[in-house]
């Protein structure tokens, strides 16, 4: 479950706020960066932005972040947590559309899950504090989702059994793949691979047994809250079986390419294909081993985390110290992966190997209660239960409710997973006899380092805001100094964007759709249609960095798809050329590199004064510049006459033997916006054509300004 974010009082429809204490407690903690405001009816929310968008000469980066609610007139507003919270809210107060605002209060969950075992896991809450605190943790998150709603994956490398009350709904399955009909539906390279895969078997058959297995799957990711038996680190993560078979290297390294492949289309396909494998976990390796002679087994760690994967490895159950004797694979090198050794009940390391420079950290893995075959538990000792729940933890991190986490986990895995190593770390509780003997010298703390993340949540997605402002030609009217809503008052702009479908190519884009509510705006600030903004090199212009799908209201303003947010992107602040693009005008880029960061750099491609890519890159009308109409075959010619013109178009759409017909939809050859496509008569679409390339030269061409 995620924190929420409670008002008391704020749906109280009234005009006047009073603030009364009653009560002696002060203030609760907040979300850093965050103010909640109720609205004057009738204010501009924008507006108040631009005002407060710098406050005694200095940046806040105050953003429009969602309106919360709708009918009371209650926004969430985000502003750069390195700004004073104090400071900002005074001010907010102070502003004239304001009736109301606070700070945007945590609240804790009161969880405890009802699994009838959870009291004989002492790893999860015990008397003396000996445990890792997930029960804080889940006051949090219990895990399952990132932020973004990406489903969270943990391989362990191993078979077990996932008819296992306890571990069938937590089981995951590749849903891309129709099991039994000997295809790779999915084209990952393995056939029939539903439930996980066995790369010495080649199928996904014979991965659902084995007592081991069983017990240390449970430890990442038994159901929690089901009235049922154990619970895991996490809740509700997915759980892939790849069972090794027989251990020899290079099985181990085909189990480890399953979890990558699979983690490697979650990375390419922006998560539409395969999984959000954040961690693998792994209790077996070699004793008194030198991993100098496995360079290719510990150099895989790091392919893998250069994918975003943390591998989490469980040392030797002897007492010895592995920075001597060796150990695969927790004597890697590598730093993803994850060494554990295990400790007991009195945050003692007594069986199990250690290495100052080898073993990172300690976790509960002596008696420690959960699951194991013929749907039973059992309490059972050893680093291999260590590590799972190590792995657990990795994947509850995950679960934050921190949005710039789950945004680096999709724009940079490798940096995420740097992320939450350094946030496992950071939490660790230097006990027992683990300082001196291990890397951090501790043992995991679930709730220290989910609370870790919260506290630096900010820096791990730098984003950047642009408030872009365009016209577009054919819906532009002069004389209102604004753009017709035609096609939103008709239904026709679609909830979800247009430009994947129309053949635009777009990296890294998280603004595919909007909701009718936002379509529903009337006014100034009614949608007139999708834009493309895109995020582009600023030593390569050419190179497109990053796209955001977008709104473009009547004055010109561009915001994300909740209709009022400035356009952001996942970016470090430094100079960048920004384009933006319609689907049947020209686009248009910047002129030169412009400087940009968290503050919303207004990119205002209406002004005259405004430098643009190119010559001639948009159309001058009266005082204000708008985007060519016309570019009916969404190429970078704009043509009257000729092959692959765009006048043609139109009249194949309204029937080329009657041209005098009209027709009514959402089309690129609707040139002038107004919903209906007209080859002839009043209005009509292919006029602007002829008028954009030269009335009395039609066979004259017009070329997109844009590297």
């Given amino acids: 479950m995620r924190l929420l974010s409670i008002l008391c009082s704020a749906l109280i429809a009234t005009a006047t706020f009073a603030q009364v204490s009653l009560f002696s407690g002060g203030d609760t903690e907040h979300v850093a960066g965050d103010v909640l405001i109720r609205i004057v009816p009738g204010a501009d929310v924008k507006a108040l932005v631009r005002d407060l968008s710098r406050i005694d000469g200095q940046p806040t980066a105050l953003a429009v972040s969602w309106e919360v609610s709708p009918p009371a007139h209650i926004w969430l507003l985000k502003h750069d947590p390195a700004f004073s919270g104090a400071l900002m809210l005074e001010r907010v107060r102070r502003h004239p559309a304001v009736e109301a605002a606070q700070f945007n209060h945590t609240v804790q969950e009161r969880i405890t899950p009802n699994d009838t075992q959870y009291n004989q896991q002492w790893h999860h809450v015990d008397p003396q504090d000996n445990d890792i605190d997930t029960d804080l943790a889940w006051n949090t998150t219990t895990g399952?989702?990132?932020?973004?709603?990406?489903?969270?994956?943990?391989?362990?490398?191993?078979?077990?059994?996932?008819?296992?009350?306890?571990?069938?709904?937590?089981?995951?399955?590749?849903?891309?793949?129709?099991?039994?009909?000997?295809?790779?539906?999915?084209?990952?390279?393995?056939?029939?691979?539903?439930?996980?895969?066995?790369?010495?078997?080649?199928?996904?058959?014979?991965?659902?047994?084995?007592?081991?297995?069983?017990?240390?799957?449970?430890?990442?990711?038994?159901?929690?809250?089901?009235?049922?038996?154990?619970?895991?680190?996490?809740?509700?993560?997915?759980?892939?079986?790849?069972?090794?078979?027989?251990?020899?290297?290079?099985?181990?390294?085909?189990?480890?390419?399953?979890?990558?492949?699979?983690?490697?289309?979650?990375?390419?396909?922006?998560?539409?294909?395969?999984?959000?494998?954040?961690?693998?976990?792994?209790?077996?390796?070699?004793?008194?081993?030198?991993?100098?002679?496995?360079?290719?087994?510990?150099?895989?760690?790091?392919?893998?985390?250069?994918?975003?994967?943390?591998?989490?490895?469980?040392?030797?159950?002897?007492?010895?110290?592995?920075?001597?004797?060796?150990?695969?694979?927790?004597?890697?090198?590598?730093?993803?992966?994850?060494?554990?050794?295990?400790?007991?009940?009195?945050?003692?390391?007594?069986?199990?190997?250690?290495?100052?420079?080898?073993?990172?950290?300690?976790?509960?893995?002596?008696?420690?209660?959960?699951?194991?075959?013929?749907?039973?538990?059992?309490?059972?000792?050893?680093?291999?239960?260590?590590?799972?729940?190590?792995?657990?933890?990795?994947?509850?991190m995950y679960s934050t409710p921190c949005v710039g986490l789950a945004q680096l986990a999709r724009s940079n895995p490798q940096g995420a997973a740097n992320a939450m190593r350094t946030a496992l770390f950071a939490g660790v509780e230097q006990v027992g006899n683990l300082p001196g003997q291990t890397v951090t010298g501790g043992r995991i703390n679930a709730n220290n380092s989910v609370q870790y993340i919260v506290n630096n949540c900010a820096t791990y997605s730098p984003v950047i805001n642009v408030d872009v402002k365009v016209l577009l030609e054919g819906a532009y009217v002069e004389a209102?100094?604004?753009?017709?809503?035609?096609?939103?008052?008709?239904?026709?702009?679609?909830?979800?964007?247009?430009?994947?479908?129309?053949?635009?190519?777009?990296?890294?884009?998280?603004?595919?759709?909007?909701?009718?509510?936002?379509?529903?705006?009337?006014?100034?600030?009614?949608?007139?249609?999708?834009?493309?903004?895109?995020?582009?090199s600023a030593a390569t212009p050419a190179q497109v960095l990053a796209s955001r799908t977008a709104l473009v209201q009547r004055d010109g303003d561009v915001v994300t798809t909740d209709g009022t947010s400035f356009i952001s992107f996942t970016q470090p602040a430094g100079n960048y050329n920004v384009a933006i693009r319609h689907r049947n005008h020209f686009s248009a880029m910047t002129g030169a590199p412009v400087s940009l960061s968290s503050s919303a750099t207004v990119i205002d491609f209406r002004s005259v004064a405004f430098g643009t890519y190119?010559?001639?890159?948009?159309?001058?009308?009266?005082?204000?510049?708008?985007?060519?109409?016309?570019?009916?075959?969404?190429?970078?010619?704009?043509?009257?006459?000729?092959?692959?013109?765009?006048?043609?178009?139109?009249?194949?759409?309204?029937?080329?033997?009657?041209?005098?017909?009209?027709?009514?939809?959402?089309?690129?050859?609707?040139?002038?916006?107004?919903?209906?496509?007209?080859?002839?008569?009043?209005?009509?679409?292919?006029?602007?054509?002829?008028?954009?390339?030269?009335?009395?030269?039609?066979?004259?061409?017009?070329?997109?300004?844009?590297?």
């Fill in 614 to 707: 190119g010559t001639e890159a948009q159309k001058t009308v009266g005082s204000v510049r708008v985007l060519w109409a016309g570019n009916a075959q969404g190429d970078a010619e704009l043509k009257y006459i000729g092959a692959s013109n765009d006048r043609d178009p139109i009249l194949t759409v309204v029937g080329g033997t009657t041209p005098n017909n009209t027709t009514t939809g959402y089309s690129a050859e609707d040139v002038n916006m107004d919903g209906v496509v007209k080859y002839i008569g009043a209005d009509n679409d292919r006029d602007p054509i002829l008028t954009n390339v030269g009335s009395t030269t039609p066979n004259n061409t017009r070329t997109q300004q844009l590297p």
């Fill in 480 to 536: 209102s100094g604004l753009m017709r809503d035609d096609l939103r008052a008709l239904g026709l702009i679609p909830l979800t964007e247009p430009y994947s479908a129309g053949g635009f190519t777009l990296v890294g884009n998280t603004t595919p759709s909007t909701t009718a509510p936002v379509l529903a705006t009337t006014g100034n600030n009614a949608i007139v249609d999708w834009v493309l903004v895109e995020l582009r």
């Fill in 144 to 396: 399952g989702n990132t932020a973004l709603g990406d489903t969270i994956v943990v391989c362990v490398v191993e078979g077990f059994d996932r008819s296992h009350s306890d571990l069938i709904d937590n089981s995951w399955v590749n849903r891309a793949e129709i099991d039994g009909n000997s295809i790779d539906d999915d084209a990952n390279g393995y056939i029939d691979d539903v439930f996980g895969w066995n790369p010495a078997a080649g199928n996904d058959n014979t991965l659902f047994s084995g007592s081991h297995g069983t017990s240390c799957a449970g430890m990442v990711g038994a159901r929690g809250n089901n009235a049922n038996g154990v619970v895991g680190a996490n809740w509700y993560v997915k759980l892939m079986p790849v069972r090794y078979s027989s251990l020899t290297e290079a099985n181990v390294i085909a189990s480890y390419t399953y979890p990558l492949v699979q983690r490697q289309r979650w990375n390419q396909t922006n998560g539409a294909q395969g999984a959000l494998v954040v961690a693998t976990s792994s209790s077996w390796g070699i004793d008194n081993a030198n991993p100098a002679n496995y360079p290719l087994w510990c150099g895989f760690y790091d392919t893998m985390g250069q994918a975003g994967i943390l591998s989490c490895g469980a040392t030797a159950n002897n007492n010895v110290n592995v920075d001597v004797v060796g150990d695969m694979p927790t004597a890697c090198s590598s730093p993803y992966m994850i060494s554990v050794t295990a400790t007991d009940a009195n945050d003692q390391r007594t069986f199990s190997g250690y290495g100052l420079t080898t073993i990172d950290v300690g976790a509960p893995g002596a008696s420690v209660r959960t699951t194991t075959t013929s749907n039973t538990y059992v309490t059972t000792s050893g680093t291999s239960f260590a590590t799972p729940l190590t792995a657990g933890v990795l994947a509850l």
